[in-house]
């Protein structure tokens, strides 16, 4: 007698089908490690027409799906099922078409971020949104997630750049999201389908918006010997009018971290450094650069840098990007945050890090996209000591502070089972309950990706969190810092 | 108008009207009135819903109350030198923020700095289960949760009433100029149109009105984009009137008929549809024409491009005036609309015979 995922092997070549321990091991887990689980199947399908007889399948026998792009993703959202399919569209990586005129290309779900901008670059054209890992994530993993990049204050997250998607749903139909046009009849499934995490349908083909390359780029490196002083230059730079194509903020320790690492020559004992990037025509960007280097110096930069040259430039975001490995080369294990708050409670919510961080005795080092208010607070910890589960705790600290405050739980990097416990914190459980019934219009039967990004409320009852409404009653004693 | 809160009585108002099954037409400032099929049912009055909660322009974000006058909210963001850059048209003088993000209508800014959905961040809104929600919040990266907030923008209320509103504000441009070509027909217009659109221009604003092509360009310094195009400068003056009679309907294209009139959304770079005489925006996506051809006529020629027909004035207001979906996806939006509003108490029918 065969077994149920044997089975898998009627319609799919050999190759494509990973069945034993060894074979589905490579699978157990995405970008966030500490989560593992082998799935009962790994299936690495070639055509749409595949996929589409593995969602039937799935959807027959009521086996879960968990759809998988680069595994990059840093919330567990790509984590099997332990009796589930784990579906790679690793081979969906075809570029299908390009126009330069309507400025669009429409891409399988498997092809890298960064491969689009690359194929595109001959046209002087561009696909804006750039997450760190864009050299690895998929686009369908993008839609997914949202995903955003250091240059989505200016340019916007993946929901502003993409303007259509084909898209399986658990019964293997295509269905076609958004269109060709600015907008489609119907409600708007397309900001509905991204950020989804994979709960909704599985992504098949995207159509992106591109963009000219900016004739002229420069950045401005600013060091502070307060973060304060820092967050206030931040807040003047939008107030006068200023988007800048990008606004980072990193802290003392991710400075240390990062220099060690690259050798750029950042401002080792500055309590925290401003890049600011600028973007536009040259005259444009030469105005607003002044503009800039006039608001940090007021607000008392200890120094400021100008690129001199596009190497430098790169130098200059070579520490920023490198912050994460960096902070890996320093510490054994490190646990990234993802929370956005209102820019203006930056000074209170380092603060209030900090504070959690020798309460807990782990340092946290941040990075920070300042011009959106999403910070990347990274733990410092040795999981051989058994810190895990205090990092882990740590982390639920900062997301909870992250609501008090009037922000979410995660500004990119998506729930997925990591932040099930805070999403009972930002939501109540009518609210849950709504997002339950929302999953339950395209999949009813509760298939794919189960038990992610959306808690139950049982679990949060569990928790026993107390549910905090956009800061309403949350931490009065905050308001003193 | 002063601030007041309304919310829990109009919470109590929809309880009812489930309680009773009684259908509900949700009303703003009934600017908007003419858009979506007819729709029965007691009125429920968001008007007086009204006052702006929070802004702060250092963070980029406004929160006002659906029934806040659209006109209110533009001075306030202007008295700081911000915008809504989707630049909503009003279609008249009561307009309110939540009549504007239910309709999801965007103006001559969209293609280049983006539509009402793109801005909008959170919105606090009753279910037709009668339950008072949150969704989004006030920050521009968030992906806690399905992004209900968007998917509000344009469902005319039939997932929920909208009661509060969290916007993304941009500043308005340090330097603008409008530049006018006189073409001669509209193939040569979509031709110039495509043309400026691949040019690199900080382009905020496209048209061709029938005569000419107007292009707006914005930005902090742009006097050399300007040399680009050789084209006559249209005055100030002349240059906000026209955007802003285009926005809001107000030409002499669109006052001088009856006939029902069409607002085709296609591919910027598809051929004229040859369907009447039509005006065009967004460089070349946003078609207007006004026809007595059939409907289904009229939809055939806008699918065959890959684009889709609303009837967006006048016509049947009985039939579908939304461009018919496919089989799939109307079972979609239907089951969608069930979790929402189960008993269809909210603006039933408004959007589609089905749902
Ligand atoms: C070093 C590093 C830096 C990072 N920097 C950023 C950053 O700056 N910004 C940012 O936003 N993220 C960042 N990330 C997170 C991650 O790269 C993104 O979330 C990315 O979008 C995930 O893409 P992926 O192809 O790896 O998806 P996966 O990890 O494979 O999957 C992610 C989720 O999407 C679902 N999914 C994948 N493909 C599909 C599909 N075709 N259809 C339906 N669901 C699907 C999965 O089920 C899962 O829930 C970073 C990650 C790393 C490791």
Redesign the interface.
Known sequence: MRTLFEQLHDFLPADAVLLSEEAVRPYECDGLFVYRERPAAVVIPETLEQVQQVLKFCYTHKIPVVARGAGTGLSGGALPHKAGVLLSLAKFKRILNIDPVARTARVETGVRNASISQAVAAHGLYYAPDPSSQIACTIGGNVAENAGGVHCLKYGLTVHNILEIKVLTIEGELITIGSQAFDSAGYDLLALFTGSEGLLGVVMEVTVRLLPKPAAVQVVLAAFDSVINAGSAVAEIIAVGIIPAGLEMMDNAAIRAAEAFVKVGYPVDAAAILLCELDGSPEEVEIQIQQVRAIVEKHQASEVRLADNERQRLQFWAGRKAAFPAVGRISPDYYCMDGTIPRKHLPMVLQRIHELSEQYGLAVANVFHAGDGNLHPLILFDASKGQLHQAEELGGKILELCVAVGGTVTGEHGVGVEKLNQMCVQFNSQELLQFHAVKAAFDPANLLNPEKAIPTLHRCAEFGAMHVHHGELAFPELDRF | MSDTDIALSLQSEVQAAIAEKIPLRIQGGGSKAFYGRTSQGKCLAVAPHCGIIDY??????ITARAGTPLKTINAQLAAQ??HLAFEPPHFGSTATLGGTIAC?FSGSS??YL??A??FVLGVKCI?GKG?M???G????????????S??M???LGS?GVLLEISCRV???P?QQVSLRLPVDNEAQALQQL?HW??Q?L?LTASCFDGEAVWLRLA???????RQKVLAELVSQEIASAFWENLREQQLGFFTSTQTPLWRL?????APSLNLGKSIIE?GG??RWVYSDLPAEQIRAAVEKI???A?LFRGGDRTAEV?????P??RK??E??R???DPDNILNPSHFSTHW
């Open positions: 702060e322009p250092s963070e980029l974000v030198g911000q999801g969209r293609p983006g539509a959905r793109d279910t339950e929600l949150h969704f919040g006030q920050v521009m990266k968030n992906v806690a949760g399905y992004d209900v968007r998917l923008v344009g469902a997932l941009l500043p308005m340090v495509t659109n691949t690199c900080p930005g902090v310094e742009i006097s050399q984009a959304s296609v591919p910027p770079t967004w996506g946003l890959g684009g889709h609303t939304f461009h018919p979906l496919p799939v996806l979609l939006h089951r969608l069930q979790q929402f």
